[in-house]
């Protein structure tokens, strides 16, 4: 990270370039959430923090909105965002210089949570209008979901959806139980897990649905779209699978013991 929020006396100095800054298109943003490093001699954990930053403070200018799969996401939007020399009084850091990657793995468990349940509902709704065109279209003298192998395609999706749902309830119930370090394993696993679910079922389901999975007479495209980004947004599947992996191994790993003379 290269962007930088730096104590001067009683203010806080931002410079950095911003992008996928999520909701900055939004008409009605006001205000942003800013993270530096404030400490680079810190200890990695302790160098960044999370600083409030009016829109409208000099030095914050939006240079672009980014597209997604060609749509802005209207009308709230990601954007590029640049911060030069932008000084903001030193209580608009969050919770204390140095914060911020608490504040940042304190939100990101349930956040990633969030992100799987709401998942899930897409890939229901996929599912349902994928079944749905299955009865209502004819093709060849019967309905598509007694040609070919659509039936084991729709049993498929339901299969994978509810793993994919008690997976996310298990993650759920471990966040609850032991907080986010000891939930990380099952928080990774959705992560990686349900988003790879649903865009299948989306895929399987804008398949059944033709040309017309493909335009905006049904929502599977936009779906598909936003769940492709999920496998990026928040880490990548990659840096989850090599924690899954990472906490797997180390239950295995012969321990150290001390030696008694």
């Given at each position: 990270?290269?962007?930088?929020a730096l104590i001067e006396g009683d ?251």
């Amino acid at each position: 990270m290269q962007a930088t929020a730096l104590i001067e006396g009683d203010h806080v100095v931002l410079n950095g370039r911003k992008w996928w800054s999520s909701g900055v298109g939004h008409p009605h943003c006001r205000l942003l959430i800013f993270m530096g490093i404030t400490d680079c001699s810190a200890a990695k954990h302790r160098r960044h923090s999370m600083v409030l930053v009016p829109l409208d403070t000099p030095g914050v200018k939006i240079e672009r909105m980014l597209s997604v799969f060609g749509s802005y996401d209207s009308p709230f939007g990601h954007g590029e965002v640049s911060f030069t020399n932008v000084r903001v009084p030193l209580d608009h850091i969050i919770a204390g210089p140095g914060r911020g990657f608490e504040i940042a793995q304190g939100r990101l468990g349930p956040g990633r949570i969030h992100h799987c349940m709401r998942t899930l509902g897409a890939a229901e709704r996929a599912l349902e209008l994928l079944c749905r065109r299955s009865l209502g279209r004819v093709a060849f003298g019967k309905p598509l979901a007694e040609l070919g192998a659509n039936a084991d395609v729709i049993a498929n999706a339901r299969i994978q959806l509810e793993q994919a749902r008690l997976l996310t309830l298990k993650a759920a119930w471990m966040l609850d139980e032991f907080g986010t370090k000891g939930a990380r394993s099952e928080i990774s696993q959705i992560k990686v897990a349900v988003p790879n679910i649903a865009l299948e079922i989306i895929d399987q389901a804008i398949q059944m649905h033709g040309g017309a999975g493909v335009s905006e007479d049904v929502p599977l495209a936009d779906m598909f779209a936003a769940i492709r980004t999920l496998r990026i947004a928040d880490g990548p599947d990659e840096v989850h699978r090599a924690l899954i992996a990472r906490l797997e191994l180390k239950k295995y790993k012969p321990r150290c013991v001390a030696s008694v003379s």
